[in-house]
């Protein structure tokens, strides 16, 4: 019977290891196809910086937005073929233009938002007749769009006391200093602590690392795992079959907030399965083995010193990370790929939609990806291959479930870094901490660049 057991396990974990293959591969290609948030992401500073420029002393404007900001918006938007741009995209770009053909070029389509017809009346009429300023213009309906009203403004003859509004000003340039601030000094900080760190493993006056508790599960344990319940179950057969349940939730709301819940409901089906197969591993093995901790060693206490442990390592992985990154795109340039949640966050302007994404990202996200990638897999890597191997290797898996080619070798990097710190910590809680800091500092990094 045992052996019976051991070849379906066996014949299992091989056709789960298949089809996992087949599944990344596809995902890994398809990912290409995805849309990039870079693109968004410098429009959104470009906007920012002109909005924030009369905010900001002359001695600084050129380090935070630069000599000309509009111009920089200017071209960014004059890159989108005309066909592919919206309405706001197209009238900001008219307002910026200085030839007048051209900006009678952008304004000769029909629009598809009525909201805009007033904006593009003012600005066609500007296009006839130099210094029609109107007051009334002030009145017009921009839907909140602090950039619109501002760009449109000056194109039709206004000066700086009828365009610049002092309260948006200094609110953009406080966000605009905060997204480039915080980054730089993380960077500084942890590039620091990681100079300080590499020079004390050099000279061998680290603290030696504790030994880790061995999980008796195997290696075809962790392809039924990570293959079986990750890959086949959680993010093919449960979607597959969960679609009209989920389907039937997200109809009743409209966007954004239709896909926050699709987000949070898709990610917690995906969950399902692997849950309950690693609690069905830990539950048939020997518990007169289990450590006083438990097997998965979260060690909650002291929370003080994990938290610590989550922020040191935290801003140490933070160059490598960028560094790698900034390699990637050197080289390759934007080639897409981005998660499709980054676009989600930097669009959204519900906030019940942002906090929903907040529980899936810096909440389910972090706990999850930890107990199955350095809870589970980790250690028993450890065991199986040694130390080195397992940091690598549990990195690699954990950088190709995220499907994403372009992002694949920066995630490696970070995936190396929650590796280490589980290691030299002994404990899983501090890799969860440090991973939600990581995403909820992308995260407060979109919402500042979101305009």
Same mark, same amino acid.
């Given at each position: ?47 920012? @910086?002109?909005? =924030?420029? !009369? ?5 600084? *404007?050129?380090? /935070? #937005?630069?000599?000309?900001? %509009? +111009?920089?918006?200017?071209? @960014?938007?004059? =890159?989108? !073929? ?5 309405? *706001?995209?197209? /009238? #900001?770009?008219?307002?910026? %233009? +200085? ?19 007033? #904006? ?332």
């Amino acid at each position: 019977m045992r052996q019976a057991n051991s070849f379906w396990k066996i014949a299992l974990a091989i056709v789960s290891i298949l089809i996992s293959l087949l599944v990344w591969k596809q995902g890994l290609e398809e990912s290409f196809d995805r849309p990039s948030v870079v693109p968004a992401l410098s429009i959104n500073q470009q906007e920012m @910086s002109i909005l =924030a420029k !009369p905010a900001i002393p002359s001695s600084l *404007r050129t380090t /935070l #937005v630069g000599s000309e900001p %509009e +111009n920089a918006l200017r071209e @960014s938007l004059g =890159a989108i !073929p005309l066909d592919e741009m919206e309405d *706001r995209q197209r /009238l #900001v770009l008219a307002a910026l %233009e +200085n030839s007048l053909e051209k900006k009678k070029i952008l304004l000769n389509f029909s629009l598809q938002d009525k909201n805009f017809e007033s #904006v593009q009346k003012a600005l066609i009429e500007s296009s006839y007749v130099k210094d029609n300023f109107d007051q009334n213009y002030i009145g017009l309906s921009f839907n909140s769009d602090p950039l619109l009203k501002h760009v449109v403004c000056f194109a039709i003859g206004g000066d700086g006391d009828n365009c610049i509004d002092s309260e948006v000003a200094n609110n953009m340039a406080m966000r605009l200093v905060l997204s480039q601030l915080l980054p730089v000094i993380a960077l500084i900080v942890g590039s620091g602590f990681l100079i300080r760190h590499i020079w004390m493993f050099v000279r061998g006056s680290l603290s030696s690392w504790p030994v880790m508790t061995a999980i008796p599960l195997s290696i075809t344990d962790m392809i039924l795992l990570v293959g079986g319940g990750f890959v086949v179950l959680g993010e093919v057969i449960s979607p597959a079959l969960l679609l009209p349940f989920t389907s039937s939730i997200t109809s009743q709301f409209s966007s954004p907030l239709n896909e926050s819940v699709r987000v949070l409901v898709g990610y917690c089906s995906m969950t399902l399965p692997p849950l309950f197969i690693l609690r069905r591993q830990l539950n048939s093995l020997d518990q007169s083995l289990r450590p006083e901790d438990g097997w998965l060693n979260w060690r909650l206490k002291p929370l003080n010193s994990a938290a610590v442990k989550a922020v040191m390592a935290w801003l140490m992985v933070l160059p490598p990370v960028l560094i790698t990154g900034w390699f990637v795109s050197s080289f390759f340039g934007d080639q897409g790929g981005s998660n499709p949640l980054l676009e989600l966050v930097l669009d959204s302007r519900d906030p019940v939609a942002l906090g929903l994404l907040v529980i899936t990202t810096v909440v389910l996200a972090p706990l999850f990806e930890e107990l199955v990638f350095r809870g589970v897999l980790l250690p028993v890597l450890v065991k199986e291959i040694g130390k080195a191997w397992a940091v690598v290797a549990s990195a690699f898996v954990f950088a190709m479930a995220h499907l994403s080619v372009i992002e694949f070798p920066p995630l490696l990097v970070l995936g190396i870094g929650l590796a280490l710190l589980r290691i030299s910590s002994g404990r899983l809680l501090p890799c969860v901490l440090m991973h939600a800091l990581w995403n909820g500092m992308t995260f407060v990094n979109l919402l500042l660049l979101a305009g």
